[in-house]
């Protein structure tokens, strides 16, 4: 059963920012990820479906098999996973990343995408990802550091919400820092061959289509937190606006690319 408490929610807006979000960050999330070779890949945490579009697209070969513990995110990635469903190029299975359904050594590959951050215990989950991969199988992981945030010029209360956004996160179970842990916690649960790589990046005035797209996109993603009041909301969305207006405002961002082997 999905928790509720879940900082973003499962509100329909909320399945839309899921789905923009995998198409605006496919060219920071995917570069790394070798999965060309594998037949059979597990998606854990697969939500809305906006990764496995993207499994399915750039790994043609593959069949997805998708565990997601939500219903409500299970509904739409069956309808935006329509065709290859039809095609039995995907399987959705509602269940825990901690309890998986499924074989053991049964895949080649495995995906994850901003799951971490929301998981209670997660050595369990990588404990059963080791135990569904294949023996020269390997795990590509993207996870939040949500420290590494920062617009320009300052702006106090857009930090001082963030702050509040990350705790309210880690009172709910999970863990907005998580992306600092993953190479030990990979290393606790036997996993070879690890490798931890922080990739940031800064939007500014050289492209300014890019730079709104993505102060849009952490507008949004501010806006999902639960702790946001309706008070909260309208401060985040001047806040944004007043940065997008600044030409010489910025945005830097950062997130952990890993990966290991069994
Ligand atoms: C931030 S979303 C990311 C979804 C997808 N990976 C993506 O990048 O679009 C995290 C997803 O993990 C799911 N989730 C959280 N904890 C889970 C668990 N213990 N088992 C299975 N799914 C979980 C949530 O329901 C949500 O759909």
Redesign the pocket.
């Known amino acids: 059963v999905?928790?509720k408490k879940?900082i973003?929610g499962f509100t329909k807006k909320e399945r839309q920012r899921?789905l923009d979000?995998?198409e605006l960050l496919a060219s920071l999330v995917y570069p790394g990820v070798e999965l060309g070779k594998c037949r059979s890949i597990l998606?854990?945490?697969?939500?809305?479906g906006?990764?496995t579009l993207q499994l399915l697209k750039r790994f043609p070969k593959a069949h997805v098999t998708c565990?997601?513990?939500?219903e409500e995110?299970l509904k739409t990635a069956r309808l935006k996973l329509e065709r290859p469903l039809r095609e039995g190029r995907v399987t959705l299975i509602h269940?825990?990343?901690?309890r998986m359904p499924l074989k053991s050594k049964a895949f080649d590959g495995v995906f994850v995408?901003?799951?971490l951050e929301?998981?209670p215990a997660p050595v369990a989950?990588l404990k059963e990802i080791r135990r569904v991969l294949k023996k020269d199988g390997s795990l590509f992981i993207r996870e939040v550091f949500n420290q590494l945030w920062y617009a320009d010029p300052p702006n106090p209360k857009l930090t001082a919400y963030w702050q509040s956004f990350n705790d309210c996160q880690l009172k709910l179970g999970g863990d907005p820092y998580v992306g600092v842990k993953l190479g030990g916690l990979l290393k606790d649960v036997g996993f070879k061959e690890i490798e931890i790589e922080f990739r940031s990046q800064l939007f500014d005035r050289r492209d300014r289509v890019k730079r709104a797209a993505m102060m849009n996109y952490w507008r949004d993603l501010f806006l999902s937190g639960q702790n946001a009041s309706p008070a909260m909301k309208k401060q985040i969305r001047t806040q944004f606006e007043t940065l997008k207006k600044d030409p010489s405002g910025s945005l830097f961002f950062g997130f952990v690319a890993g990966q290991a082997r069994m």
Do not use: F, P
Request: proline letters at 0%; aromatic letters at 6%.
């Open positions: 999905a928790n879940y973003h899921l979000q995998g998606e854990v945490g697969s939500g809305v906006a990764q565990i997601e513990h939500s995110q269940a825990s990343a901690e995408c901003w799951l929301h998981v989950v």
